[in-house]
């Protein structure tokens, strides 16, 4: 499995990081886990190409975790692909009827299917060979972290968060955890996870994952990234990196 972040950043604009997105390569399917503004430009820049996307899996509906995949859809139609698999909490049926109604000119043209998912659910994409199992965030009433294995390796991507134990529990044993990291340490903050928050929880669930990515990152954080791995790593033996738009590895 590789793992590639296309956006590390969240909704007010910064250098070099754009909006939420993750996208995994199994070999056989490439999934891309939220899209945010500005990811569709990074899948070009990754080397990757839109058009082989699988699945787009939602973490929650918020703008920068959404907002590029009608942008992500027309740009499949431009070039003869219509079809796309989207996966998402509840109200991910509501949101893309909504959406297309405001663009007169793009209904009709994609034949999407989406499935609406709860914590504790498990599924597998179409034509993909991994399996994926989710949990409840402490971000929106139905806002989901997910949990993708393969060939025994995984990952878990958390989305937006307050550290909380029902992500804790889907973390168990993985190889990567991709956690968010809103803002710096000390900073006074509910439904986004701080370096403290996300310790005061270590303490209770000490975590057994190999290492931790930090991604969502506010402008806030900037300057405070290697303060909050040092205070992080005070909790946790593994490895652990602020994540970069761009950044590729292989689990
Ligand atoms: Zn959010
Ligand atoms: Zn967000």
Redesign the pocket.
Known sequence: MELTFLGTGVGIPQADRVQSGVLVDTGDSLLLFDCGCGVLGRIYESGYEHKDLNAIIIT?L?L??VGDILALLKANWLIGRTDMQIYGPQGTKDWYAKTMEVYDYLKGRFNVEITELSPEDKFSPEDSDCTIRCAKTA?TDSSLAYRVEQKRKSLVYTG?TEPCEEVMGLSEGADVLIHECSFPLGFPMTNHTTPDMFTLMLEEHPLDVKEIYLTHLYPQMQGHEREAVYHIKKYFEGKVTIAKDLMNLKI
């Open positions: 929650h918020h920068d975790h971000h937006d």
